[in-house]
């Protein structure tokens, strides 16, 4: 008579079964451990990535802070230069001594935008003694000067919005609106030219 009793012993199958699952669960401890080391590793390593960063972007910063008062007079020059060269043909149109073309006073009113930005960080204390064409009230009344730079700023600002429009009064008076902050501008802080 053979019975199969249910209360009998494990087999060795279970119990191989049973140290693998164990061993396997160490395993997976040994391997979470390590890839928290590995993180903690990275993290690290991330950190000091993101300090060279900040010393790199503070060194550049102290090397712009330096640069040559000539230089930035040169920069400045250039910005007006190129501010003029767009304007120009706006206020040809504006006075009627060019045709107008709504579509070049759109472009041109958006590169005037980005122009109109570039040029005041030039006028530094430092550059006061450097050859140009910026008077001295440029130094001595700051505030002045930089109440005319943001007009001008504006002004441009609206004439984007109209030249969107496509509306020729309403441009022509936009125009005339930037024309007049950039000769108050010059008229109060540029020498006249002969």
Request: glycine share 6%; proline share 4%; hydrophobic share 40%.
């Amino acid at each position: 008579m053979s019975t199969t009793s249910t209360n009998a012993l494990p087999s060795k199958t279970w119990l191989v079964r049973w140290k693998n699952l164990r061993n396997s669960c160490f395993v997976d401890y040994n391997l979470c451990h390590q890839i928290q080391l590995e993180e903690e590793g990275m993290k690290k390593r991330l950190l000091i990535v993101v300090m060279s960063l900040v010393l790199c972007i503070g060194f550049a910063l102290s090397a712009i802070a330096q640069v040559k008062p000539a230089t930035l007079v040169k920069q400045r020059q250039a910005a007006m230069t190129l501010l003029g060269k767009y304007f120009g043909p706006l206020g040809a149109m504006a006075q009627d001594k060019a045709p107008f073309d709504a579509e070049i006073v759109k472009r041109n009113a958006l590169l005037l935008e980005a122009l109109a930005k570039m040029p005041w960080d030039g006028f530094q204390e430092a550059t006061a003694n450097e050859k140009s064409e910026a008077l001295p009230s440029v130094f001595k009344d700051p505030a002045k000067f930089k109440k005319a730079s943001e007009d001008t700023q504006a002004a441009i600002a609206n004439l984007v919005t109209v030249s969107k429009t496509g509306d020729t009064p309403a441009l022509k008076t936009a125009i005339g609106g930037v024309g007049k902050t950039c000769g108050g501008c010059h008229d109060n802080f540029r020498e006249k030219k002969q």
